[in-house]
């Protein structure tokens, strides 16, 4: 169960990791799909046999598939902000692309509440430091500074 956060504590989480997700299976199913999503071809995500000829011997993830993967372990990892009525993307200042993620590796985000700001709207911007980490490897995937609205109450 997701852990919650009443809106006059976000402060107190300001500067601490709020959230670690589970181990997810990056396969080259879930390569292809977002191959055909986007229209990236690119040999070294869907050739096979091409690609183990290269210095990754296999094919990898495309870096915007390994960013998207954010929001489904976002969802798993973050504490739910009490009164929230949605959570909404919006954007990044800053994403770097590390290290490769061969097919067949596992995944996961760490995220830390760098900031927060209480609108008089209702709304809270989350800023994120979010991590994506590749298991057994030093090297993340991604590092990204995630900004995520929350609307609280009617909107």
């Given at each position: 169960m997701q852990q919650k956060i009443a809106v006059q504590d976000v402060a107190n989480f300001i500067g601490k990791e709020v959230g670690l997700?589970?181990?997810r299976l990056v396969t080259q199913d879930m390569i292809n799909q977002f191959a055909?999503?986007?229209?990236?071809?690119?040999?070294?995500?869907?050739?096979?046999?091409?690609?183990k000829k290269t210095p990754f011997g296999g094919t990898i993830a495309h870096g915007f598939l390994t960013l998207s993967l954010l929001s489904t372990l976002a969802y798993e990892a973050l504490p739910e902000l009490e009164g929230a009525t949605m959570g909404i993307n919006y954007g990044f200042d800053k994403v770097r692309f590390i290290s490769p993620v061969k097919t067949g590796?596992?995944?996961?985000?760490r995220f830390v509440l760098n900031d927060a700001e209480i609108r008089p709207s209702g709304r809270v911007v989350?800023?994120?430091?979010?991590?994506?980490?590749?298991?057994?490897?030093?090297?993340?995937?991604?590092?990204?500074?995630?900004?995520?609205?929350?609307?609280?109450?009617?909107?």
């Open positions: 997700s589970q181990w055909c999503a986007t229209d990236d071809h690119q040999w070294i995500h869907v050739d096979e046999q091409k690609a590796a596992r995944v996961r985000a989350f800023h994120y430091g979010a991590t994506v980490e590749i298991e057994q490897l030093k090297k993340p995937a991604l590092t990204a500074q995630w900004l995520i609205v929350a609307m609280v109450g009617e909107q």
